[in-house]
């Protein structure tokens, strides 16, 4: 079956939020019946080539039969109502109450608006018209054709979109403020609820330097004849990609006296990404849902891409081995992970997939495969790949195929073997019969298990320069000269365990390496530790090595992991120890004279984990908490973090928060919130999210810290249960419930082996979390061993 087009008309009430619509669906080759997707809406009337038709309804669809196999037009009269859910056709209110409609439409969005074939590989051409009070404005994927006033009322008429997914198509409404440029003869714009647009040129100007690397780098124009930037105060997802409008957090979009140096860099990632996406996802776009990977991947490899060539002084691929490739690399040694490729059945299982293998690991396979065939063969196979499937779907395997067209090698083999497969390799190395021997299986935390070998594209780093070897076999030979690190660049998707001549070899050499080689060694050592395959004096021997190297790479890297320890097991004096002086020696080295950019937002991290170890140093940042405003934005965090770790009640924090007017600053009070101890306080803040004093897109920063904090484990665990439904019920439809046991079981489950079994009881009933349960669980049972080592 085919679906050539939609011609929709939205007549839109907007004080009830009530609507009512008209639509004509064009389908060719119908089956004899069909399903058409329906969540929430009321289906009026069905008419099949003009003719009345009868129709069954289902849970999430309706059925027609009898049809013939040939071009056939429903027309379908339906009403509906604008939802208080972050997904669909929603309303989205400021904290001060002005408010817009807008749409979240992936991955199974549409049909809450809409009825429709509601699969990405049923592309079709919008019409969109959409009838509202003669005040508002209206935003769509495509410029406005015409308006014709009625009254009180116009009715907005867009152009035809070209053929896209239903997932891409976007309406909004309401009063907006925008900035207008232009980038060639396209226009782009930002925008915002009226009253709310309070931004520099930031992000009109990384979209259109976005928008010209990526024509250059693709060597295919940006289709559309505008894009539009949007900033939506109420969002589920960080930003959504459609077509020619894209959504964005207000914090991830607009930049102001507020924004911090992290958070601008962030911006520029996340604009990048999306306009990624306008070719990757848009113009080329996954059959199905299994190859959700195809999207992603390529958007979190590319937008790193465009953002280094944009700033390289903003080192920006230090973002992406610190939080991409660390948290692929973390959830792909659990026996709970998935293939990049996964099955996807259940259209109610698709956001389960939204996770660090989709977007990390995804991308740094990318990385790891252009490294291995080149830079200029992987970029002239995927331009030729965008243009052989423009406006149309397409599968991995013609992706892998256009790359090696220009490789001139193979790589389809490799290739499947690391996205259709689960986990990764660990390379053992030693030396034996005056050669270095390599042997591989696979890594997991909890476990060893045996499996068949991964082709591994495997860069050796000697003193005489870089190898490349394609390691594909369980176990081999290769020459013994002075190596320094057996993953070159860390441009591989696999951890390197020497024995221990080697490892002393390997330490002595560390002022060698890159600061990419360094964060390998550092990263490999910290999961062997946790798996048990090193032992806390050879990690301690890698710390002591890198401590005081001055890469923010490195410096961020140490104090992620000693926060990390201290959470496992906050009573460890030697963690303590280890921690306070990491942070000291680091504060007072950053602090000291005139601080750049960078290294306030270095500091910024210091200073929040100096904080935790140190109480005396919070107690001298929290005096500073009263006139917080006046800080330096990346210093705030910190300063907040101080004032709840010295505080027993939040009145102070939640005062600050609700005179503040940036949403960066009240989300990391909000943060900060979750650093108090007891019940009392947490049901105090609860009761403002309830209020809506807290914008529900950011319940999540609360919950989070609030969760992990040593102070709150036995109720939190004990409250588990009522979170997530809280959680569920405000993100229906995505993966955020599960993603919160997921983070916050491994370390609130610490408390008490009692009351965590009978929350795992509970858990087990709850399917809305099961893939996040099951994994938060086994990071559990890793905690708890790691902890019994560092008493």
Avoid at 103 to 115: I, W
Avoid at 359 to 365: A, F, L
Avoid at 658 to 676: H, I, P
Avoid at 734 to 754: C, D, F, K, M, Q
């Amino acid at each position: 079956m085919k679906v050539n087009r939609y011609d929709i008309i939205l007549d839109i009430n907007n004080q009830t939020g009530e609507y009512s619509g008209r639509e004509t669906i064009d389908v060719e080759d119908a089956e004899p019946t069909v399903d058409v997707d329906s969540v929430g809406l009321a289906v009026k009337s069905l008419k099949v080539d003009g003719k009345s038709q009868k129709f069954t309804k289902r849970e999430d669809s309706f059925r027609i039969t009898g049809l013939q196999k040939a071009p056939v037009k429903l027309e379908i009269e339906f009403t509906g109502q604008v939802s208080d859910l972050l997904t669909g056709l929603y309303r989205a209110k400021t904290p001060e109450g002005e408010e817009m409609f807008t749409t979240q439409f992936e991955s199974t969005g549409a049909r809450r608006a809409f009825p429709c074939f509601d699969r990405p590989d049923l592309k079709a051409v919008f019409s969109l018209s959409l009838r509202i009070d003669k005040d508002l404005e209206a935003i769509s994927n495509m410029p406005v054709e015409k308006e014709t006033a009625e009254q009180a009322r116009k009715t907005v008429k867009f152009m035809d979109t070209p053929k896209m997914s239903t997932y891409l198509l976007y309406i909004g409404v309401g009063k907006f403020d925008r900035m207008e440029s232009k980038f060639r003869d396209k226009k782009v714009g930002v925008v915002a609820v009226k009253g709310h647009l309070d931004t520099t040129d930031f992000p009109m100007n990384m979209t259109i330097r976005s928008l010209d690397f990526f024509e250059s780098y693709f060597e295919i124009p940006f289709q559309l004849p505008k894009v539009d930037i949007i900033a939506v105060p109420q969002f589920a997802a960080g930003a959504m990609e459609n077509w020619g409008a894209i959504t964005f957090r207000e914090t991830l979009v607009l930049v102001n006296k507020s924004t911090s140096m992290r958070a601008k860099k962030r911006v520029l990632e996340v604009i990048a990404h999306e306009l990624t996406h306008q070719w990757f996802g848009d113009l080329v776009t996954m059959k199905w849902w299994n190859d959700l990977w195809l999207n992603e991947s390529f958007a979190t490899f590319m937008s790193y891409k465009a953002a280094d060539k944009i700033y390289p002084e903003w080192k920006m691929f230090d973002y992406f081995m610190l939080s991409r490739m660390e948290g692929a690399l973390d959830g792909d040694s659990l026996e709970g992970s998935h293939p990049i490729d996964v099955e996807v059945k259940d259209p109610d299982s698709i956001s389960e997939i939204f996770d660090e293998i989709s977007y990390g690991k995804g991308g740094s396979i990318l990385r790891m495969i252009e490294n291995y065939v080149g830079l200029d063969a992987f970029r002239k196979g995927i331009g030729s790949y965008l243009k052989e499937n423009s406006y149309g779907n397409a599968e991995g395997a013609a992706l892998w195929n256009s790359i090696a067209k220009y490789s001139g090698g193979n790589i389809s083999k490799i290739m499947e073997s690391w996205i259709k497969r689960m986990g990764y390799p660990v390379i053992a190395v030693s030396r034996k019969n005056g050669k270095l021997h390599l042997k591989q299986d696979r890594f997991l935390l909890s476990s060893t298990k045996k499996e068949d070998p991964w082709p591994i594209p495997l860069v050796v780093r000697r003193k005489s320069g870089y190898e490349s070897i394609l390691f594909n076999t369980e176990e081999m030979d290769i020459q013994d000269s002075a190596i320094s690190t057996m993953n070159g660049n860390r441009s591989g998707f696999y951890r390197v365990l020497y024995d221990n001549v080697l490892f002393d070899e390997v330490i002595s050499s560390v002022k060698g390496m890159n600061r990419d080689e360094k964060m390998g060694l550092l990263s490999d050592y910290f999961a062997f530790l946790k798996s048990g395959r090193a032992s806390f004096d050879e990690y301690r021997k890698v710390l002591n090595a890198l401590s005081q190297d001055e890469e923010r790479l490195i410096i961020e890297a140490i104090s992620s992991q000693l926060y990390g320890l201290y959470m496992i097991s906050p009573d460890s004096e030697e963690i303590r120890k280890l921690g306070r002086e990491f942070h000291e020696f680091h504060y007072r080295k950053l602090a000291k004279g005139k601080t750049s950019e960078e290294d306030m937002e270095t500091l910024g991290v210091i200073t929040q984990r100096f904080a935790v170890f140190d109480h005396k140093f919070a107690e001298d940042e929290s005096a500073k908490f009263g006139y917080i405003e006046a800080i330096k934005p990346d210093l705030r965090q910190g300063i907040a973090i101080a004032k709840a770790l010295t505080s027993t009640s939040l009145k102070e924090i939640q005062e600050k928060f609700l005179s503040l007017k940036s949403d960066e600053d009240r989300t990391k009070l909000l943060s900060a919130m979750g650093y108090l101890k007891g019940k009392e306080n947490f049901e105090a803040v609860i009761q403002m999210i309830n209020e809506g004093k807290v914008k529900r897109q950011d319940m999540i920063s609360y919950l989070n810290s609030a969760g992990m904090n040593p102070g709150n484990r036995e109720f939190i665990i004990d409250e588990l249960e009522r979170i997530v439904l809280m959680i569920d019920k405000v993100f229906k439809g995505n993966n955020n419930a599960s993603r919160y046991v997921e983070t916050v079981l491994p370390l609130a489950g610490l408390i008490s082996s009692a009351r965590t079994n009978t929350m795992v009881v509970k858990m087990k009933s709850m399917k809305q979390v099961q893939r996040g349960f099951t994994k938060g669980l086994e990071v559990l049972r890793i905690n708890e061993n790691l902890a019994k080592k560092i008493k």
